[in-house]
């Protein structure tokens, strides 16, 4: 049940987040979080094992539904962007159905992930439960410095922290019940403590 009415913005039909209360606010969300799928340089098992991390920490059933490679395409069109999606090869192979049950059920002990994924998938969930030690953790920091550049570190938690802010408002105005985008399996929503 959505916690406040999601009118529509002028010309749109589809909109997710409510714009017509706080516009502003409202678009440059919107336009942060296409930045995020643009810009990056993560594979989509990266990017999609830190995204659906933090999508069942948050508990947002839209993020759990969504699929990078397949719905990018058409959240662009909905925003108006005239950018063509950023789904080359360069991004990897979309990852199959396995892997995001993996990321959700046992990513720790699962053997699908390669160290950059898996470092991924962790540091999404430091950020999202650990925020105050993670900077002093100097192990972590050695170890992710070992598999990411500089400015993967930074595309990550940029990454990292708009699918936080996204999911957490989605979820907590009860929005993603609403979205056309449903888990696609009813069996990887985890409660999380």
């Not at 409202?26 to 643009?38: D, G, K, N, R």
């Not at 360069?90 to 002990?109: K, Q, T």
């Not at 930074?154 to 936080?164: F, G, P, Q």
């Amino acid at each position: 049940m959505t916690r406040i009415p999601v009118l529509q913005p002028v010309g749109r039909k589809d909109a997710v987040i409510p714009h017509v209360y706080r516009p502003r606010m409202a678009a440059a969300m919107e336009q942060l979080s296409a930045a995020v799928y643009q810009e990056t340089t993560l594979t989509y098992r990266e990017a999609e094992g830190a995204r659906m991390r933090i999508a069942h920490i948050n508990g947002c059933l839209m993020c759990q539904g969504y699929r990078i490679a397949e719905h990018l395409p058409a959240a662009l069109q909905k925003m108006d962007s005239a950018e063509a999606p950023n789904t080359g090869a360069n991004r990897g192979e979309a990852p199959a159905e396995a892997f995001y049950r993996a990321v959700a059920l046992d990513w720790r002990s699962s053997d699908q992930f390669s160290n950059r994924e898996r470092l991924a998938i962790e540091y999404a969930e430091r950020i999202s439960l650990e925020p105050i030690p993670l900077p002093n953790d100097e192990a972590f920091w050695q170890r992710l410095h070992a598999h990411f550049s500089d400015g993967e570190i930074a595309d990550l938690t940029y990454s990292i922290t708009t699918w936080i802010a996204t999911g957490r408002l989605v979820h907590a105005l009860g929005l993603d019940g609403a979205c056309a985008i449903a888990p696609a399996h009813a069996d990887m929503r985890i409660a999380q403590p």
